[in-house]
């Protein structure tokens, strides 16, 4: 199905580069710039679904690779899909489960094709072609599904990066004419690496394609941080302008306020869960992050961030969650992703706020001196 | 301090020998029977203070073994006590310590004086005396504080368990003259294994004693059911009418109701969290209990209790906390957790109810019924 498109995403508002919008989904709209928090196997580890709605949640993004091995498409479709099976009724994206096999699994064969690699579970051999990821993803039932692409590592040579570049068009195409319901939205993603000649040329041939959304693909994967914004500075405009931009598996809240920025609308990312599993904290202020495993919060009454109101902060001190981390008790890792996931999804509602108020540009370079200052 | 005491146990009401009453402590009541959440560490594995509440907690259970060696009783005491550390503002009780001693670490050298034992964290020789257990208890700030007991096994011979139970009594003397805050309730243990004579006279010497309240230790710690069952018909009516009685570690739901029936007003257990983490779940009606990692609940769409209304049973069906529990992630535990509390303080609820309208004798004869039913 590749028929004549629909636009699903409102651009309300500009300030600067930076965009407001909404993007709509059969399983309701979200607001954009927005923050997705990952839940990889249909959970978003250690948080409940009450928990998420409350900390402001408007979207959720799970794992293709995951859940195809585990507990399989077929059962989930069964069950009616994705969102009666895990519980979350708003709008969800599932990833095409190609970063996971390229950078996790470790490829067996990779051919125009598709991808061969082996199970992590069982080292089964399994294989994934652009028009299986899209499968899946309709199986599951997902609002928005991503295309399979090959995701090249930042230091491939310009003639390879470019070669892997077509097959990944080619496979673009091939996913988007696979799309069988009306209501699944398909986003193409741009590689390319940090050459600009071909995140321009990626750009061109994905926006020719009637994708629903497009997303830049490649980044944040190793790359020194400069060159990351350094491609940041000028592919978001090269994306067409009237449809949602998607900066996958980014990042840090600069990174993201950094994105915003020049133009994108639309984060993921593990590291507010996963770095809060390992003990680390973001907050406001000049602090800007904190390890709570610090010998220096042991008697520490304060909560986390006082400027904060999220369960671990309106409950608990750092002192008390010190000591969760120190016995290892679960609560710990619980309320540090709370707790970050709270931060990452104030920041996207501070900066819609700002764009609607024309004041973006201040804010992000109080932001960037914030994090400059603390990185010193 | 071993003045003439205060009574802080109302008896409300009886229905054949069960007792609905109240308990009273500078941080609040609680009603009787029943059952206190184990937070080991300070915390209950996985369940958050709000949590806790809306599953109606009255009232946590901490182990002083475990809080003196991390963080210790000197910082909690600098912090303000371990109402504020832990954020929990309701009642809480510890225990001595001696049973992780007794039971967990391996003793060794016990000696009229105390015990001595090694930390399980880094092997440092440790000395806990009755003194040093209630000042351990004052330090952390609890309302009731348990007295330091040697709980000797279920099958030693008469005479040892004798001679035990004649130092124990010898401890609950000693730590009730060093009790020092007017606002510490100090209960006493009996002991005495499942010899009829002994926990008579443990009952006794221990009766003669101004405790706040009196706990029956020394149960389900391996010997057969009924053997236990044989000691809770006769044993609870040997404590004081006038006061609070705790059977200590137990247990099952038909355990509470079991004792319930036989005039036990207080329980803790780490059975709903424990069995939770791995996978159990205690149900309403016919099915009593299941495992829910069990094949046979993979697509089954039904809540894990249809009586229930906690937060897994209101949000997830059993094929979605099977899945949590196939891929391990975090959630699942989390939420049987969450769940077995709440069938725990809904039966306790449920049994204040049943001997406030006079009917716990059918209540009793239902729930054994059911039980037994389950378990042919």
């Known amino acids: 199905m590749n028929t004549p498109k629909e636009n699903h995403y409102t651009l309300l508002h500009t300030d600067g580069l930076a965009r407001r919008g909404s993007f709509h989904t059969v ?10 928090p990952v839940g990889t196997r249909a959970s978003v580890k250690g948080v409940d679904i009450e928990r998420l709605k409350e900390l402001g949640t408007q979207i959720t993004l799970v794992n293709t690779y995951h859940l195809w091995l585990r507990p399989g498409p077929e059962l989930i479709e069964r069950y ?8 979350w009724q708003g709008p969800i994206l599932s990833d095409s489960g190609g970063f996971q096999i390229f950078s996790l699994q470790g490829i067996r064969k990779l051919s125009e094709e598709g991808v061969e690699f082996a199970s992590h579970i069982d080292g089964v051999k399994m294989f994934l072609t652009p028009e299986k990821s899209i499968e899946i993803q309709e199986s599951l039932g997902v609002d928005i599904a991503m295309v399979l692409d090959e995701c090249p590592p930042g230091d491939w040579p310009h003639d390879k990066t470019a070669r892997s570049l077509e097959m990944t068009h080619r496979w673009a195409k091939r996913s988007l004419d696979t799309r069988k319901k009306e209501s699944t939205r398909v986003f193409g993603i741009t590689q390319g690496g940090c050459y600009a000649d071909l995140r321009k040329t990626s750009a061109e041939a994905l926006g020719e394609l009637p994708f629903d959304g497009y997303a830049i693909g490649g980044l944040s994967v190793g790359e020194p941080k400069p060159q990351m914004y350094e491609v940041l500075a000028y592919h978001p405009q090269q994306l067409p ?49 904190l390890n709570i495993k610090n010998a220096k919060h042991r008697e520490d009454k304060a909560p986390l961030d006082s400027q904060c109101d999220c369960l671990a902060c309106r409950n608990y001190s750092r002192a008390y969650i010190h000591h969760l981390f120190r016995v290892e008790e679960m609560l710990g890792p619980q309320l540090l992703s709370i707790h970050n996931l709270t931060h990452y999804l104030s920041l996207m509602a501070q900066i819609r706020s700002e764009i609607e108020g024309g004041a973006y540009e201040s804010f992000y ?12």
Chains 1, 2 share one sequence.
């Open 27 to 36: 399983h309701g709209s979200f607001d954009t710039p927005n923050f997705m």
């Open 80 to 87: 009616g899909g994705i969102h009666s099976f895990c519980g």
């Open 241 to 289: 302008q009237d449809h949602i931009r998607y900066l996958m598996g980014v990042g840090t809240p600069e990174d993201i306020v950094e994105a915003v920025h020049k133009g994108v609308d639309l984060f993921d990312c593990v590291m507010p869960t996963r770095s809060g599993r390992f003990g680390r904290a973001f907050v406001s202020g000049e602090e800007v992050f």
């Open 365 to 376: 370079q109080e932001e960037k001196r914030r994090w400059r200052e603390r990185e010193v």
